[in-house]
T-cell receptor, first 116, second 109 residues
């Protein structure tokens, strides 16, 4: 069974640009969550999509947005990039909504974004 | 104040040593306590979870929860070089999942 895949794995952008990251969940999983991971702040929740609808949202500015397609694949977009957006962006999929211990989240390898 | 605080480390121990990892949390309503392991260039994977005070063992791993002190720990016995990774605690409450910042562990052969 294929795991969660994320593309691209590495990305370098400059300030002010925008970026789109892609996530393909495990087959049959309907929930996709996005996280930002940095050495200082650790793993921070961005948002969760389930059945093409955003169900939960973390405390990030509106520059961070996402969407989910009918096949459960998800994309995350960051506009007007800032230096502080440099991070590992992780996607996780689960059968149902993430915030229940019975729905284990499976993480992808992440996209390493560097903003220069 | 972050809802979950984790000892930052890093930790470097010789092979065979006991590794002790700790987190504290602020919300007494937290219900489930989880530990994730993250290898370099990989996403986190769930190691184990528990919901009650006390100890839970899984092979060489023991998760310990003290709800009265709002303190959780993970112990790794007979540590191996393959245990070298970043360990994250995570706590679930009221449909909200919060992670610690992670502790990087290196087990020296």
């Amino acid at each position: 069974k294929a795991g969660v895949t994320q593309t691209p794995r590495y990305l370098i952008k400059t300030r002010g640009q925008q970026v789109t990251l892609s996530c393909s969940p495990i087959s049959g999983h309907r929930s996709v969550s996005w996280y930002q991971q940095t050495p200082g702040q650790g793993l921070q929740f961005l948002f969760e999509y389930f059945s093409e609808t955003q169900r939960n949202k973390g405390n990030f500015p509106g520059r961070f947005s996402g969407r989910q397609f009918s096949n459960s694949r998800s994309e995350m977009n960051v506009s007007t990039l800032e230096l502080g957006d440099s991070a590992l962006y992780l996607c996780a999929s689960s059968l149902g909504l993430r915030d229940w211990v019975g729905n284990e989240q499976f993480f992808g390898p992440g996209t390493r974004l560097t903003v220069l | 104040q972050k809802e979950v605080e984790q000892d930052p480390g890093p930790l470097s121990v010789p092979e065979g040593a006991i590794v002790s990892l700790n987190c504290t949390y602020s919300n007494s309503a937290f219900q489930y306590f989880m530990w994730y392991r993250q290898y370099s260039r990989k996403g986190p994977e769930l190691l184990m979870y528990t919901y009650s005070s006390g100890n839970k063992e899984d092979g060489r791993f023991t998760a310990q929860v003290d709800k009265s002190s709002k303190y959780i720990s993970l112990f790794i016995r007979d540590s191996q070089p393959s245990d070298s990774a970043t360990y994250l605690c995570a706590i679930l409450s009221d449909y909200k999942l919060s992670f610690g910042a992670g502790t990087t562990v290196t087990v020296r052969a």
